[in-house]
Protein backbone atom coordinates (compact mmCIF):
# COMPACT_ATOMS: atom_id res chain seq x y z
CA UNK A 1 0.00 0.00 0.00
CA UNK A 2 1.05 3.35 -0.61
CA UNK A 3 2.37 5.46 2.67
CA UNK A 4 1.57 8.32 0.53
CA UNK A 5 -1.03 10.89 2.15
CA UNK A 6 -2.97 12.95 0.18
CA UNK A 7 -6.47 12.50 1.59
CA UNK A 8 -7.91 10.74 4.32
CA UNK A 9 -10.40 9.25 1.84
CA UNK A 10 -7.34 7.15 0.40
CA UNK A 11 -6.34 5.22 3.17
CA UNK A 12 -7.99 2.59 5.10
CA UNK A 13 -10.43 3.24 7.48
CA UNK A 14 -7.73 1.68 10.38
CA UNK A 15 -5.07 4.03 9.08
CA UNK A 16 -7.50 6.98 10.20
CA UNK A 17 -8.65 5.32 13.44
CA UNK A 18 -4.96 4.72 14.58
CA UNK A 19 -3.37 8.08 13.46
CA UNK A 20 -6.74 9.63 15.33
CA UNK A 21 -5.55 7.78 18.41
CA UNK A 22 -1.53 8.50 18.17
CA UNK A 23 -2.48 12.10 17.65
CA UNK A 24 -4.84 11.78 20.87
CA UNK A 25 -1.96 10.23 22.73
CA UNK A 26 0.36 12.91 21.53
CA UNK A 27 -1.93 15.58 23.07
CA UNK A 28 -2.59 13.39 26.45
CA UNK A 29 0.51 14.13 27.48
CA UNK A 30 4.01 15.08 26.89
CA UNK A 31 6.10 12.13 24.42
CA UNK A 32 8.95 14.64 23.66
CA UNK A 33 11.80 11.64 25.13
CA UNK A 34 10.50 9.72 21.63
CA UNK A 35 13.01 9.46 18.83
CA UNK A 36 11.69 6.80 16.62
CA UNK A 37 12.38 8.65 13.64
CA UNK A 38 16.19 9.27 14.27
CA UNK A 39 18.15 9.18 11.47
CA UNK A 40 15.03 10.60 9.28
CA UNK A 41 14.73 13.51 6.97
CA UNK A 42 12.07 15.18 5.68
CA UNK A 43 11.85 18.34 3.06
CA UNK A 44 8.80 20.44 3.23
CA UNK A 45 8.29 22.44 -0.07
CA UNK A 46 5.90 25.14 0.31
CA UNK A 47 4.39 26.75 -3.10
CA UNK A 48 2.32 29.28 -0.38
CA UNK A 49 2.64 30.57 2.41
CA UNK A 50 1.74 28.99 6.09
CA UNK A 51 2.16 29.44 9.39
CA UNK A 52 0.54 26.49 11.68
CA UNK A 53 1.61 23.64 9.07
CA UNK A 54 5.19 24.56 8.43
CA UNK A 55 5.77 24.90 12.20
CA UNK A 56 4.47 21.98 13.49
CA UNK A 57 5.71 19.77 11.07
CA UNK A 58 9.35 21.00 11.68
CA UNK A 59 8.45 20.49 15.52
CA UNK A 60 7.12 16.90 14.69
CA UNK A 61 9.63 15.79 12.88
CA UNK A 62 12.43 17.22 15.53
CA UNK A 63 10.90 15.72 18.15
CA UNK A 64 10.63 12.93 16.62
CA UNK A 65 14.03 13.06 15.69
CA UNK A 66 14.08 13.55 12.38
CA UNK A 67 16.05 16.06 10.63
CA UNK A 68 13.32 18.43 8.71
CA UNK A 69 14.62 21.17 5.68
CA UNK A 70 11.64 24.00 4.83
CA UNK A 71 11.35 25.34 1.34
CA UNK A 72 9.58 28.40 -0.03
CA UNK A 73 9.21 27.24 -3.83
CA UNK A 74 10.80 30.13 -5.93
CA UNK A 75 12.05 32.17 -3.00
CA UNK A 76 15.51 30.21 -1.92
CA UNK A 77 15.14 27.66 -4.62
CA UNK A 78 14.19 27.97 -8.31
CA UNK A 79 10.61 28.52 -9.70
CA UNK A 80 8.97 25.46 -10.81
CA UNK A 81 7.25 23.83 -13.93
CA UNK A 82 4.96 21.56 -13.48
CA UNK A 83 3.36 20.50 -16.95
CA UNK A 84 4.29 17.86 -18.52
CA UNK A 85 6.30 18.63 -22.03
CA UNK A 86 6.53 22.33 -21.03
CA UNK A 87 8.99 24.56 -22.91
CA UNK A 88 10.89 25.91 -20.23
CA UNK A 89 11.54 29.20 -21.52
CA UNK A 90 10.40 31.57 -18.82
CA UNK A 91 11.08 32.03 -15.46
CA UNK A 92 10.83 28.54 -13.99
CA UNK A 93 14.50 26.65 -14.00
CA UNK A 94 13.83 23.73 -12.60
CA UNK A 95 10.28 21.25 -13.23
CA UNK A 96 9.54 19.21 -10.46
CA UNK A 97 10.68 15.73 -12.09
CA UNK A 98 14.02 16.63 -10.83
CA UNK A 99 13.22 18.23 -7.79
CA UNK A 100 11.30 15.62 -6.64
CA UNK A 101 13.61 13.28 -7.85
CA UNK A 102 16.46 14.76 -6.46
CA UNK A 103 14.63 15.40 -3.05
CA UNK A 104 14.00 11.64 -3.25
CA UNK A 105 17.56 10.72 -2.99
CA UNK A 106 18.36 12.84 0.13
CA UNK A 107 15.05 12.48 2.18
CA UNK A 108 12.70 9.86 3.84
CA UNK A 109 9.81 11.92 2.95
CA UNK A 110 8.73 15.03 1.26
CA UNK A 111 5.86 17.00 2.59
CA UNK A 112 4.25 19.81 -0.48
CA UNK A 113 1.78 22.71 -0.14
CA UNK A 114 0.47 23.80 -3.27
CA UNK A 115 -3.14 25.31 -3.24
CA UNK A 116 -5.90 25.58 -5.67
CA UNK A 117 -5.81 27.53 -8.72
CA UNK A 118 -9.20 28.79 -8.68
CA UNK A 119 -9.18 28.97 -12.23
CA UNK A 120 -9.51 25.08 -13.63
CA UNK A 121 -11.91 23.13 -11.52
CA UNK A 122 -11.23 19.88 -13.32
CA UNK A 123 -7.42 20.46 -12.51
CA UNK A 124 -7.98 21.46 -8.62
CA UNK A 125 -10.75 18.76 -8.18
CA UNK A 126 -8.12 15.73 -9.66
CA UNK A 127 -5.07 17.05 -7.94
CA UNK A 128 -3.21 16.98 -10.49
CA UNK A 129 -0.83 19.12 -9.34
CA UNK A 130 0.14 17.59 -6.14
CA UNK A 131 0.13 14.48 -7.97
CA UNK A 132 2.76 15.59 -10.23
CA UNK A 133 4.73 15.14 -7.29
CA UNK A 134 3.55 11.87 -6.23
CA UNK A 135 4.49 11.15 -9.82
CA UNK A 136 7.87 11.93 -9.83
CA UNK A 137 9.20 11.29 -6.00
CA UNK A 138 10.26 7.93 -4.65
CA UNK A 139 9.25 8.43 -1.09
CA UNK A 140 6.22 9.51 0.75
CA UNK A 141 4.42 12.69 -0.03
CA UNK A 142 3.07 14.47 2.31
CA UNK A 143 0.30 16.62 1.86
CA UNK A 144 0.14 19.86 3.23
CA UNK A 145 -2.85 21.42 1.65
CA UNK A 146 -3.42 20.77 -1.59
CA UNK A 147 -6.25 21.53 -3.96
CA UNK A 148 -8.95 19.85 -2.47
CA UNK A 149 -7.58 18.32 0.83
CA UNK A 150 -5.71 19.17 3.83
CA UNK A 151 -5.14 16.39 6.02
CA UNK A 152 -3.07 17.40 8.24
CA UNK A 153 -5.99 19.69 9.73
CA UNK A 154 -8.01 17.09 9.45
CA UNK A 155 -6.49 14.83 11.75
CA UNK A 156 -6.10 17.93 14.22
CA UNK A 157 -9.63 18.62 14.18
CA UNK A 158 -10.63 15.23 14.74
CA UNK A 159 -8.65 14.90 17.37
CA UNK A 160 -9.43 18.39 19.45
CA UNK A 161 -13.33 17.89 18.47
CA UNK A 162 -12.76 14.08 20.04
CA UNK A 163 -10.85 15.21 23.20
CA UNK A 164 -13.32 17.98 23.51
CA UNK A 165 -16.51 15.34 23.60
CA UNK A 166 -14.83 12.99 25.83
CA UNK A 167 -14.25 10.36 23.06
CA UNK A 168 -17.92 10.58 21.92
CA UNK A 169 -18.60 13.19 19.36
CA UNK A 170 -21.21 11.05 17.71
CA UNK A 171 -24.47 12.27 17.20
CA UNK A 172 -24.15 15.65 17.99
CA UNK A 173 -24.38 18.88 15.45
CA UNK A 174 -21.22 20.17 13.48
CA UNK A 175 -21.82 23.59 11.50
CA UNK A 176 -19.65 24.35 9.01
CA UNK A 177 -20.38 27.67 8.63
CA UNK A 178 -19.51 29.52 5.41
CA UNK A 179 -18.31 32.88 5.91
CA UNK A 180 -17.40 36.08 4.32
CA UNK A 181 -13.84 36.60 3.52
CA UNK A 182 -12.43 39.49 0.71
CA UNK A 183 -10.51 37.22 -0.76
CA UNK A 184 -11.71 33.72 -2.97
CA UNK A 185 -10.40 30.80 -1.20
CA UNK A 186 -10.01 27.39 -2.13
CA UNK A 187 -12.42 24.43 -0.61
CA UNK A 188 -9.83 22.31 1.03
CA UNK A 189 -10.45 22.87 4.72
CA UNK A 190 -13.92 23.21 4.28
CA UNK A 191 -13.84 19.87 2.33
CA UNK A 192 -12.12 17.97 4.50
CA UNK A 193 -13.69 19.24 7.51
CA UNK A 194 -17.11 18.26 6.40
CA UNK A 195 -16.20 14.98 5.66
CA UNK A 196 -14.15 14.51 9.49
CA UNK A 197 -17.20 15.55 11.35
CA UNK A 198 -19.03 12.72 9.27
CA UNK A 199 -16.67 9.95 10.35
CA UNK A 200 -17.02 10.98 13.48
CA UNK A 201 -20.80 10.14 13.41
CA UNK A 202 -21.81 14.01 13.86
CA UNK A 203 -24.71 15.14 12.41
CA UNK A 204 -23.03 18.26 10.08
CA UNK A 205 -24.88 20.64 8.78
CA UNK A 206 -22.71 22.38 6.07
CA UNK A 207 -24.37 26.19 5.94
CA UNK A 208 -23.49 28.49 3.07
CA UNK A 209 -25.14 31.08 0.45
CA UNK A 210 -26.48 29.79 -3.10
CA UNK A 211 -23.48 29.23 -5.53
CA UNK A 212 -21.28 28.52 -2.30
CA UNK A 213 -21.81 24.53 -2.41
CA UNK A 214 -19.02 22.40 -1.82
CA UNK A 215 -18.13 19.85 -4.70
CA UNK A 216 -20.67 16.85 -4.95
CA UNK A 217 -18.14 13.98 -4.78
CA UNK A 218 -16.58 15.61 -1.65
CA UNK A 219 -20.32 15.66 -0.35
CA UNK A 220 -21.17 12.14 -1.90
CA UNK A 221 -17.84 10.88 0.61
CA UNK A 222 -19.12 12.46 3.65
CA UNK A 223 -22.54 10.65 3.37
CA UNK A 224 -20.95 7.41 2.83
CA UNK A 225 -18.90 8.34 6.24
CA UNK A 226 -21.97 9.20 8.00
CA UNK A 227 -24.10 6.19 6.95
CA UNK A 228 -21.28 3.73 8.29
CA UNK A 229 -21.11 6.36 11.28
CA UNK A 230 -24.94 6.85 12.16
CA UNK A 231 -23.96 10.43 11.49
CA UNK A 232 -25.73 12.67 8.85
CA UNK A 233 -25.09 15.77 5.84
CA UNK A 234 -27.14 18.52 5.01
CA UNK A 235 -26.66 21.62 3.19
CA UNK A 236 -28.77 24.73 4.17
CA UNK A 237 -28.90 28.73 3.24
CA UNK A 238 -30.68 28.62 6.36
CA UNK A 239 -28.64 31.28 8.87
CA UNK A 240 -31.15 31.24 11.77
CA UNK A 241 -32.31 27.55 11.56
CA UNK A 242 -28.85 25.88 11.05
CA UNK A 243 -26.87 26.80 14.05
CA UNK A 244 -29.76 25.70 16.76
CA UNK A 245 -28.78 23.05 19.27
CA UNK A 246 -25.08 22.59 17.22
CA UNK A 247 -22.20 21.14 19.56
CA UNK A 248 -19.56 22.99 17.27
CA UNK A 249 -19.53 25.63 14.88
CA UNK A 250 -16.37 25.38 12.69
CA UNK A 251 -16.00 28.78 10.24
CA UNK A 252 -14.40 28.74 6.97
CA UNK A 253 -14.45 31.01 4.03
CA UNK A 254 -14.94 29.51 0.15
CA UNK A 255 -14.90 30.71 -2.54
CA UNK A 256 -18.36 30.17 -4.56
CA UNK A 257 -18.04 27.60 -7.53
CA UNK A 258 -18.48 31.33 -10.36
CA UNK A 259 -14.58 32.11 -9.57
CA UNK A 260 -13.99 29.35 -11.87
CA UNK A 261 -15.67 31.18 -14.76
CA UNK A 262 -16.08 34.67 -13.50
CA UNK A 263 -13.68 35.94 -10.59
CA UNK A 264 -14.90 39.29 -10.65
CA UNK A 265 -18.76 38.04 -10.81
CA UNK A 266 -18.06 35.90 -7.92
CA UNK A 267 -15.83 38.66 -6.06
CA UNK A 268 -18.98 41.24 -6.51
CA UNK A 269 -21.58 38.46 -5.19
CA UNK A 270 -19.19 38.07 -2.27
CA UNK A 271 -18.74 41.54 -1.20
CA UNK A 272 -22.78 41.31 -0.63
CA UNK A 273 -22.21 38.61 2.09
CA UNK A 274 -20.45 40.73 4.57
CA UNK A 275 -23.35 39.53 7.44
CA UNK A 276 -22.00 35.68 7.53
CA UNK A 277 -19.83 36.06 10.31
CA UNK A 278 -19.76 34.27 13.36
CA UNK A 279 -20.80 36.25 16.37
CA UNK A 280 -22.15 36.16 19.69
CA UNK A 281 -25.84 35.69 18.67
CA UNK A 282 -24.70 32.76 16.40
CA UNK A 283 -22.88 31.04 19.00
CA UNK A 284 -26.13 31.90 21.47
CA UNK A 285 -28.56 29.85 18.96
CA UNK A 286 -25.80 26.40 19.82
CA UNK A 287 -26.13 24.04 22.81
CA UNK A 288 -23.18 25.88 24.63
CA UNK A 289 -21.53 24.85 21.41
CA UNK A 290 -17.63 25.17 20.53
CA UNK A 291 -16.40 27.79 18.49
CA UNK A 292 -13.39 26.25 15.54
CA UNK A 293 -11.36 27.70 12.83
CA UNK A 294 -8.48 26.28 11.01
CA UNK A 295 -6.44 29.83 11.08
CA UNK A 296 -5.45 32.44 10.17
CA UNK A 297 -8.75 34.15 10.77
CA UNK A 298 -9.77 37.82 10.02
CA UNK A 299 -10.79 38.99 13.18
CA UNK A 300 -14.38 41.17 13.22
CA UNK A 301 -14.64 39.46 8.78
CA UNK A 302 -15.31 36.11 9.61
CA UNK A 303 -15.34 36.14 13.37
CA UNK A 304 -15.85 38.83 15.99
CA UNK A 305 -13.41 39.49 18.54
CA UNK A 306 -16.10 38.35 21.33
CA UNK A 307 -16.14 34.76 19.68
CA UNK A 308 -12.54 34.47 19.50
CA UNK A 309 -12.24 35.72 23.07
CA UNK A 310 -14.49 34.38 24.74
CA UNK A 311 -15.19 30.42 26.58
CA UNK A 312 -16.75 28.96 23.28
CA UNK A 313 -13.21 29.21 21.03
CA UNK A 314 -11.24 26.15 21.06
CA UNK A 315 -9.26 27.20 17.89
CA UNK A 316 -6.05 27.28 19.43
CA UNK A 317 -6.01 23.95 21.08
CA UNK A 318 -6.86 23.00 17.94
CA UNK A 319 -3.78 24.53 16.16
CA UNK A 320 -1.62 23.07 18.95
CA UNK A 321 -3.20 19.53 18.30
CA UNK A 322 -1.31 20.37 14.61
CA UNK A 323 1.68 19.33 16.35
CA UNK A 324 0.48 15.86 17.75
CA UNK A 325 -1.10 15.43 14.61
CA UNK A 326 1.83 15.85 12.48
CA UNK A 327 3.60 13.55 15.22
CA UNK A 328 1.07 10.35 14.21
CA UNK A 329 1.40 11.44 10.22
CA UNK A 330 4.94 11.05 10.23
CA UNK A 331 4.65 8.30 12.14
CA UNK A 332 1.81 6.86 9.86
CA UNK A 333 4.35 7.62 6.42
CA UNK A 334 7.40 6.08 8.45
CA UNK A 335 4.91 3.03 9.88
CA UNK A 336 6.92 3.84 13.35
CA UNK A 337 3.56 3.38 15.05
CA UNK A 338 3.85 0.90 18.64
CA UNK A 339 0.66 -1.01 17.33
N1 LIG B 1 -4.45 26.02 9.08
C1 LIG B 1 -3.29 26.09 8.39
O1 LIG B 1 -2.99 25.24 7.54
O2 LIG B 1 -2.49 27.12 8.76
P1 LIG B 1 -1.25 27.63 7.90
O3 LIG B 1 -1.83 28.07 6.56
O4 LIG B 1 -0.67 28.76 8.68
O5 LIG B 1 -0.31 26.50 7.71
Known amino acids: MSHH ?3 WHLRDAADWQSALARSLHY ?33 AA ?24 VVMDGQEAEHIQEAAGVLSRYYDAIGVRVFASLTDYEQDRSERLINRFVRAASVPVINLESAFWHPCQELADASVITEHFGGDAAGRTFVLSWCYHPKALPMAVPNSAVTMAARLGMHVTVVRPDGYELDDGVMKQAQSYAQKSGGSVSETDDRVAAFDGASVVYAKAWSGRGVYEDSVGEASRRAALREWRVTSEVMRRTDDGVFMH ?16 GPAAIHLRQAEYRLYAQKAILEKVWDLSPE
Open 62 to 85: AQLGAHVTSLSAGSGTWHMAFEDG
Open 294 to 309: CLPVRRNVVVDDAVLD
Open 5 to 7: LIG
Open 27 to 59: GAGDARHEKPAAGRAICLMFFNPSLRTRTSMEV
